[in-house]
């Protein structure tokens, strides 16, 4: 599977960004999707995840009620909707896939990742 992110970019804090990720794959539908983010000198962090069905979905607490990860498995795309945007949510973000049900807070169960996208937000 191959993963193509993209949305990044520079937005002030307060502001809003909609991260996207697609994929090569046919059989999307099958997959457990998540976002990590990796900020300068620090680790990749779990941000959002979401189950192949869809209806189950988990968010850091640093995000939660902020972000939103959605799913299109007709466009083969992962989303990250994200609002209310602060200055320690810039990070380059990666998407990731696995096959699989339930989505996971840990980089190592995923398989596929993106090239990541860019996020800065100034104060």
């Known amino acids: 599977v191959q993963l193509q992110a993209s949305g990044g970019g520079l937005v002030q804090a307060g502001g809003s960004l909609r991260l996207s990720c697609a994929a090569s794959?046919?059989?999307?539908?099958?997959?457990?999707l998540g976002w990590f983010r990796q900020a300068p000198g620090k680790e990749r962090e779990f941000v959002a995840g979401l189950s192949s069905s869809g209806f189950s979905k988990g968010y850091a607490d640093s995000v939660k009620d902020r972000f939103t990860i959605s799913r299109d498995n007709a466009k083969n795309t992962v989303y990250l909707q994200m609002n209310s945007l602060k200055s320690e949510d810039t990070a380059v973000y990666y998407c990731?896939?696995?096959?699989?049900?339930?989505?996971?807070?840990?980089?190592?169960?995923?398989?596929?990742w993106g090239q990541g996208t860019l996020v800065t937000v100034s104060s």
């Open positions: 794959e046919r059989t999307f539908g099958n997959y457990v």
């Open positions: 990731a896939a696995r096959r699989g049900l339930a989505y996971s807070y840990t980089t190592s169960d995923y398989d596929y």
